[in-house]
């Protein structure tokens, strides 16, 4: 059952005090196209980054040899995701393939500074199995790397040869893993190594690395001096600023300045893909990159005489560091802001329009690294249910022909507020009812008189408003009509298999409560019985209570799930509450025609 499996996977790193030298060997079988863009050849080149290219081979399922790739094969693609960068790649996209095939590539990269080492991923994704693997590092110095197994089976054997230490880890016979509903990102599943060296020699920029103070010390010494603001600057913010009173406004005032006069772009050249511009630059030229956007975010409000924190954050929706290593884990800066009454705002710089202090599950719930006096690994605000509501309100009539209309309010708040954004930023009506009709999940709808509000508060939300008409989505008999109490479709909450081997990740606290009126035809009566139920368990609540005053038939629905990663013993429970929701969501109102 597997997309893949790793034949053979083998790296060789040569550790010095200036550098590295990495040796790759690869043979990979593939099956299908599942992992195809994991197997692709890149191979990437900068000033400080040279890539040599060895051989590549593609067999056919008999291993008979039916492409051999030149370096001339490859296609040179410069790194279109930075505005000013040196770097390049040598890519050869694979295609055309016939499964099952065979993929065997070796190459050798050397790389002119000591700061990121690769990390040793022998499992590339679900889907894959592993027969030979092996990662060997050796170093003149025994007390230059630092390493961190992450659910390895197998711990680092040490040795020595020659002058040499040498550090060995091997995985081989694992049995493929298939991805299941609610899975964990395969980088918290599966084993790897992560490596990082005792010291930092970047381009003459030196510093111990033992610790996150360490990397935050060097960070610091990359940044000094980078906060100067021009004269006029600093006019600009103290005439923003100087009749506030309080701190919060003030912070907000600069973020939505720095936001309507400058626009992102990314800097990968050379120490400018770990400094920032200076913050004067980033006013004169209204540009920079997260980097440079966040030191000036830093630098204005310190002008304005209010403490924040450049901060070094592994952006990227479920993603974290092993706060256990420290090391380059981050990918993105963002700007920590303490206030006064033990509340702290996170701003995200590289975007034009983010609500102010709202960052979403790109950066929320994680461990960042503020550099503060004294650098520390802290967490980011997690956003609770309470945060993150969908609340629908509707007002529903039905006609005697089985039709319905629904006039809807629908609110959506907090990280749900995201998925909102396309639609209300969409280009024309049809887009926007296109893009609706995907959100609310419809299958025989037509929306009419649609206006959408949106809130940008530190929790913000958009409001939708518009009539639906939901054809033919009631069913009948001769005498009766069945209607669904799901008027906005549910998420389907039997998605996972009591035989699955991995654990259950709720990605989200989240919380969704229906408040609806359905008004009876004259004609017809409830036939249905009034009902109330509810259950509470360790991975949510959930509550549902239908009523009937006169014409009028209340249904009052609520749902509120927990974030969590659920182990092998409590999988069961997730699935029972899934299913008592499905089998409440299925209940139906029934009205009978008056004779």
Known sequence: NSDAVVRNFETKIILSESGYTEYTRKIITLFNDNLLSECSLVLYQAHDVKSKFIKATIYDADGIIIRKIKKSDLIDVGDFSNFSSDAHFNVYELNDLKYPCTIEYEYESTVDYLFILPEWKPVMDYGTAVENTSLTVYSKDTSLLR??????????????????????????????????????????????????????????????????????????????????????????????????????????????????????????????????????????????????????????????????????VKAGKYNNIIKEFPASQFNHAIVCVPLKNNDTLWLENTSQKMPFAFNGDFTDDRDVLIISETPSVVHTNIYTANNNRTINQIEASVSANGNVQLNL?????????????????????????????????????????????????????????????????????????????????????????????????????????????????????????????????????????????????????????NKAVYQNGEIGMVIDFYKKIKSADTYMIILKKLL
Not at 438 to 460: D, H, Q, V
Not at 542 to 556: C, E, T
Request: hydrophobic share 35%; glycine share 4%.
């Open 147 to 312: 390493y961190y197994e992450k659910n390895m089976p197998n711990k680092t054997t040490i040795s020595k040869s020659d002058n040499l230490t040498v550090w060995e880890w091997r995985l081989n016979n694992f049995v493929s893993v298939k991805k299941e509903s609610k899975s964990l990102k395969a980088e918290d599943v599966f084993p790897c190594v992560l490596l990082a060296p005792k010291k930092i020699n970047y381009q003459n920029y030196k510093h111990d690395f033992d610790s996150w103070e360490d990397l935050g010390d060097w960070i610091k010494l990359l940044n000094k001096d980078k906060d100067v603001l021009s004269d006029a600057l600093k006019q600009k913010i103290h005439s923003l600023t100087d009749t506030l009173k309080d701190d919060y406004q003030k912070i907000k005032i600069l973020y939505e300045f720095m936001q309507n006069n400058t626009r992102y772009v990314s800097i990968q050249y050379g120490i400018g893909g770990f400094r920032p511009f200076e913050a004067k630059y980033v006013y004169e030229r209204g540009y920079g990159d997260c980097k440079a956007l966040s030191n000036y975010m830093y630098s204005i409000l310190k002008e304005a005489g209010i403490k924040a924190y450049y901060t070094l």
């Open 409 to 561: 309010t629908h609110t959506t708040e907090g990280l749900s507020f995201e998925a909102i954004a396309p639609v209300y930023n969409a280009q024309s009506s049809v887009d926007r009812e296109k893009l609706l009709q995907s959100y609310f999940r419809f299958t025989n709808a037509e929306i009419n008189n649609i206006s959408i509000t949106e809130n940008k508060s530190r929790i913000p939300n958009y409001v939708i408003r518009g009539e639906i008409n939901l054809n033919n989505f009631t069913k009948q008999s001769s005498n009766r009509l069945f209607i669904p109490i799901s008027f906005i479709p549910k998420d389907d909450y039997i998605l996972i298999d009591s035989t699955r081997k991995t654990p259950v990740f709720e990605a989200m606290n989240y919380m969704v409560t229906d408040s609806v009126q359905l008004n009876i035809p004259d004609d017809f009566k409830l036939d249905s019985k009034e009902i109330s139920q509810e259950f509470h368990t360790k991975a949510g609540d959930y509550r549902l209570s239908i009523s009937q005053n006169n014409n009028l038939v209340r249904i009052n629905r609520y749902i509120k799930v």
